[in-house]
């Protein structure tokens, strides 16, 4: 018999994760009942046609009401706002989390408006798609992939492990960190690259107009990926980048220090700089791969 963990999970935001969160949730019977609610009405008619949920509700406040596990869904700049509009209908006890991208910023927001008689496990799944909204969503999303947990050190630990524990039902890893330290690790394996992908695909659509259609007509696998995480949400990833500025602009500092020093070995033909650095991130994948962490294809053959 599956364990529950919470009698009524409350979803503020249905986009991809929220969506995945109650497919999950539903299947692992690991929550009693979902309530849902959303900005957006027709986002909000949707996943009621959906069934994603038990209850549907405009206002996120009414959603809380008796809910003993409430997880924040939306973009991590209206995190903060939905926490103050939530705070004052909140359980005693209850469990109230978030999926932001980003931590340190999250919980600065968050924090003040959230009453002392809650538990705050700020978390993060690693787990995603350049998909959004409630169709998005499916419940094998968070198999075999990371979700990061970052509750303060005075946070209950009976009721992070609970947390933990509704995780583990979908099949997820756990983790538990600072959320500076979250910060500075996804600024690299994450923000970084999306950052990237966004600037080759900008740079390919503002060359000269003969040109830019020969890189959509030869586009190789390398520019298509590139295209892949360049088609992610504008609001979530303006959200991202200006919500953990400082680890995104020392991350960025020592990419470009790397790039430069590459443009150098290209200028003056020094293949041994260039061979070696390949030789050393072709190990790395490959150790991605044996410790079973590829995430390079998260489609997961869903028919988008
Ligand atoms: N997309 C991805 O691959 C991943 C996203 N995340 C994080 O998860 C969060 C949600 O991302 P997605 O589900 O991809 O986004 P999404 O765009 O698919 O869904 C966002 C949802 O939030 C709702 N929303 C927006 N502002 C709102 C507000 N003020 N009040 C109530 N609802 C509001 C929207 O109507 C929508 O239902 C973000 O913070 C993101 O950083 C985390 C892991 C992976
Ligand atoms: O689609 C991809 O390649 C992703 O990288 C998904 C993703 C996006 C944002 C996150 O915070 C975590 C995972």
């Known amino acids: 018999m599956a364990e529950r963990f919470f009698e009524r999970l409350a979803l503020v935001g249905i986009g991809l ?3 995945s969160i109650a497919l999950a949730a539903r299947r692992s019977g690991a929550v009693g009942t979902i309530a849902i609610a959303t900005r957006t009405p027709t986002t ?8 994603l949920g038990d209850a549907y509700f405009a206002d996120p406040a009414e959603a809380v009401k008796g809910a003993d596990c409430v997880i924040v869904c939306t973009p991590v700049g209206a995190c903060g706002l939905v926490a103050e ?49 409630p169709d ?5 999303l968070f198999r075999n992939r990371w979700t990061i947990l970052t509750p303060a050190e005075t946070a209950d ?20 960190m600072s959320a500076e330290h979250h910060d500075l690790v996804l600024a690299i394996t994450s923000h970084l690259p999306h950052l990237i992908a966004y600037n080759i695909v900008g740079t390919a659509a503002d060359l000269e107009s003969g040109i830019r259609s020969e890189v959509l007509k030869y586009s ?12 992610s949400d504008p609001t979530m990833w303006r959200d991202v980048f200006l919500n953990n500025r400082e680890a995104v602009l020392e991350m960025l500092g020592r990419f470009n220090e790397d790039l430069s020093r590459l ?42």
């Not at 909000?44 to 069934?51: C, F, P, V, Y």
């Not at 998005?136 to 094998?140: L, N, R, T, V």
């Open 85 to 133: 509009a939530i705070a004052p209908a909140l359980e005693r006890g209850a469990v109230v989390s978030d999926v932001g991208s980003v931590k340190a910023a999250v919980i600065r927001a968050m924090a003040p408006h959230l009453p002392e008689h809650i538990h705050f496990v700020p978390g993060h799944p690693i787990a995603g798609t350049e998909h959004s909204g």
């Open 17 to 19: 994760i929220g969506s």
């Open 263 to 304: 443009q150098r070995a290209i200028r003056y033909g020094d293949g041994e700089t260039l061979y070696d650095l390949f030789s050393r991130t072709r190990a790395i994948r490959r150790s991605i791969i044996e410790i079973g962490q590829d995430t390079a294809a998260p489609d997961f053959g869903r028919p988008h």
């Open 157 to 176: 630990p009976a009721a992070v492990e609970r947390f933990a524990g509704f995780w583990r039902s979908f099949g997820a890893h756990v983790d538990t």
């Open 136 to 140: 998005a969503g499916f419940a094998e």
């Open 220 to 231: 190789a696998s390398g520019f298509r990926d590139f295209t892949r995480i360049a088609a």
């Open 44 to 51: 909000l008619a949707r996943a009621e046609e959906l069934g």
